[in-house]
């Protein structure tokens, strides 16, 4: 991990950890020694609002996360705590809740359902525990604390049950979870981010057949960048599955002129632009911007096979501001953001990450100028908003794991 000076400082995990563990004993005794996991976020940077279409993404999980912490419990009850809220959730394995509540725990409690059912199916059982997260995330930002709360969650169970689950059943079990139980619409991209996460590298994620691989990243000589504008909204969540429905119309109206796409992602330049007047004009804006960030997202991959930063970070600007222009993704807190980084001497591309409507922007940059992004952003951002964003660089991580702390 890297200070917003581009210094590197120690990731300090296990120090994090042992602090975590002590909150832990706040709330449940301090008698407790319990187990402790990280599960990292992820930013992704290229392939914008295409994972739920069948298209391609290059997310990077970083060096922030989710932190758990499990004691066992001998009266088969789930005990669920988090350090960002005062609640405590108890549920009876033996009667799961089968509908949402409308809270955070939904998240832990969706992917707790998940995991039981893998391990009744090998014959295994679960066991009562106490469970508190906490960790170093901004959540809600787009960094994806939600996937590293349920792939960390199922990672975590399925180490303290002693279940020997695949890792991609556990991260196929935290989507379902956010799918089904919390009730997101989103794609694979997150839960795969995070749970196939590999140190130094870009995830190459085709989320039409779910086929994968690794891109070497130069840390030596690049940094990511993530500037927080610290803007949440409440609504992000319906604005989202409004989009998810608003490229299900367009290829529901697309594919009669193309019927072997299968999805958005598959439908030709050429199909939308001979047939986008029998569109509602909103549906061929959404269904312009996909097409097109998929072609942008192969080019920015072979750009990046090449060593060419550069050109990887101009199809990443192009992204922002087809997000901003044709998907109506985009706040002016970010615009701005993207604005006054790709102004910065060194920056390759800027654009925001996660679904949008607040949160990140992620930055390319060559190492070395991030202290000179940094004072930019925050001069800048100031001069229009009178606040300051938070920038940080971020380094990459290897996926969740226990942490003997
Ligand atoms: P993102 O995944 O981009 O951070 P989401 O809206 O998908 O944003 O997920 C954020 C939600 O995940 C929070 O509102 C909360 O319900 C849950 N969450 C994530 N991390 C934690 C945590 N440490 N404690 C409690 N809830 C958490
Ligand atoms: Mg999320």
Partial sequence: MADSTGTPRPVGEADLLVEH?????????AGARPRLYFSPGRVNLMGAHLDYNGGPVMPTAI?????????????G??????????????????????????RWADYPLGVLREVLSLARARGARGSGLDVLFGGNLPV??????????????????????????????LVNAALRAERGFVGVQCGIMDPYAVGLAREGALLWLDCKDGSS?????????????????????ELAQGAFNERVAQCRAAFEALRIHQPEATCLRDVRYETLAEHQAGLDPTIARRAHHVIREVARTFSARDALRRGDAGGFGVEMTRAHDSMRELFDVSVPELDRLVESAVGTPGVHGARLTGAGFGGCAVI?????AEA???????????????????????GGDAGPREIQA
Avoid: N, Q
């Fill in 21 to 29: 563990a002590r909150a832990f004993r706040g709330r449940f005794g």
């Fill in 63 to 75: 060096d922030r996360g989710t932190f758990l912490a499990l004691a066992p419990r001998s009266d």
């Fill in 77 to 102: 009850r789930i005990a669920l705590a988090s350090t960002l809220d005062s609640a405590l959730v108890e549920v009876d394995l033996a009667h799961l809740p089968s509908e949402r509540a409308g």
């Fill in 140 to 169: 809600g930002a787009g960094l994806s604390s939600s996937a590293s709360m349920c792939v960390g969650t199922a990672f975590a169970l399925d180490s303290v049950w002693g279940l020997d689950l695949a890792r991609l059943d």
């Fill in 213 to 233: 691989e690794y891109l070497p990243f130069d840390h030596a000589r690049l940094s990511i960048a993530v500037a927080d504008t610290l803007v949440r909204r």
């Fill in 364 to 368: 390319l940059l060559e190492k070395g």
């Fill in 372 to 394: 000179e992004l940094t004072r930019r952003l925050h001069a800048d951002f100031s001069a229009t908003f009178g606040r300051a964003p938070v920038v940080e660089v971020y």
